[in-house]
């Protein structure tokens, strides 16, 4: 048993950070991240540098750790390659964005990097200040894990809006139901903490939904994309003659 509980943590450690790599090569070999919603970068970067507060006041096991350390540098690369290759129809380029601050949506990576060192050193005072309450750890862990629970929300509404899941790999969505449904069993067998539980049930929930649009929309190109080939070839013929 004792192998076996190792080969579950090693895992439940390098299994995550994994799933978005075929996302990443897909991504590289069109040189388009359509389809793909960046907001999954921006949520599982907050969540898991918050998890890593939340491990200094409430020491879960090692395996979950290392997770969180993998999944930052994994979406630090994937975030690159999504801003590299971003849509032509994203809200930067069209030169403007609804959200407050252009939460999200700016134009270039250092001011992403720019806000995660913020984020970081917030969290870093914050814990030297309340570090030793029981109520702001709990709340670092709620937070975490409430947020990754959310993971795959941004995905959900990007789908339902494109009424396809062109560009989203269906190898990240196995990876996320199979991932999920593992973990939450781990959590269970492991006694890992009540956030990592209930959070885990809730991601689940929001993972099946995608399949189920998976199932309805297909992975058909949307209507902006094929416009968008369209407009190339018209130019491009008009070019030849």
């Excluded at 290392?66 to 690369?77: D, E, T």
């Excluded at 929930?205 to 968008?228: C, E, K, M």
Aim: hydrophobic share 50%; net charge neutral; aromatic share 12%.
């Amino acid at each position: 048993m004792s192998w076996i509980s190792i080969a579950a943590s090693v895992g439940m450690a390098v299994g995550p950070p994994l799933v978005y790599a075929d996302q990443a090569l897909s991504i590289i070999r069109k040189k388009d991240s359509t389809g793909f919603s960046r907001d999954v970068c921006a949520i599982l970067l907050i969540a898991n540098i918050t998890r890593c507060f939340f491990w200094l006041g409430n020491h879960f096991e090692l395996a979950l750790l290392v997770q969180s350390v993998l999944m930052i540098l994994a979406q630090l690369a994937l975030l690159y390659i999504c801003i590299i290759y971003r849509p032509r129809i994203s809200p930067e380029l069209l030169g403007g964005s609804n959200r407050p601050l252009s939460f999200w949506q700016w134009p270039t990576y250092t001011q992403y990097m720019e806000f995660l060192a913020g984020l970081i050193l917030c969290q870093a005072i914050l814990f030297l200040i309340f570090g030793r309450s029981k109520m702001f750890v709990s709340t670092l862990g709620f937070i975490a894990l409430g947020l990754e629970s959310t993971l795959p929300i941004p995905q959900l509404i990007s789908n339902y809006r494109q009424r396809s899941l062109y560009g989203f790999r269906m190898s990240t969505l196995i990876g996320w139901a199979g991932g999920d449904s593992f973990k939450t069993v781990y959590f269970f067998l492991q006694n890992s903490p009540l956030q990592f539980k209930v959070c885990a049930i809730f991601q689940l929930s929001i993972d099946f939904a995608i399949v189920i649009q998976r199932l309805i929309y297909g992975n058909s190109p949307p209507a902006t994309v094929l416009h968008n080939d369209d407009d190339e070839l018209e130019e491009a013929l008009a070019l030849a003659a």
